[in-house]
Nanobody
Framework: VQLQASGGGLVQAGGCLRLSCAASGRAFSTYAVGWFRQAPGKEREFVVVLKWSAGSAYYADSVKGRFTISRDHSKNTVYLQMNNVKPEDTAVYFC???????????????WGQGTLVTVSS
């Protein structure tokens, strides 16, 4: 599975942004797709994971109610809608895929290249 993350950029606090994660090589249908983020000097942290087949998702408390993950079957793409962003959301965002519904980076074999989100105050 090859993953391509995109959609990052500069956004003001309170604004919104949508990230995309497109898969090639294999369909997402049997996978879980997660988003992680890594701020400068910090470890990579879990944001949200989607179980593709069921459409169920699990969010980190820090983003619950502000971020929404969704999927497009026809495009084999996962989206992360980020609303009411905060300066502390500034990070490189990575999408990842694996067969497990995990919340730690070590549980994922396949990773996208990352896309930078910068939230200005």
């Amino acid at each position: 599975v090859q993953l391509q993350a995109s959609g990052g950029g500069l956004v003001q606090a309170g604004g919104c942004l949508r990230l995309s994660c497109a898969a090639s090589g294999r369909a997402f249908s049997t996978y879980a797709v997660g988003w992680f983020r890594q701020a400068p000097g910090k470890e990579r942290e879990f944001v949200v994971v989607l179980k593709w087949s069921a459409g169920s998702a699990y969010y980190a408390d820090s983003v619950k109610g502000r971020f929404t993950i969704s999927r497009d079957h026809s495009k084999n793409t996962v989206y992360l809608q980020m609303n009411n962003v905060k300066p502390e959301d500034t990070a490189v965002y990575f999408c990842a895929a694996d067969r497990s519904f995990g919340v730690t980076p070590g549980e994922y074999h396949y990773w996208g290249q990352g896309t930078l989100v910068t939230v200005s105050s």
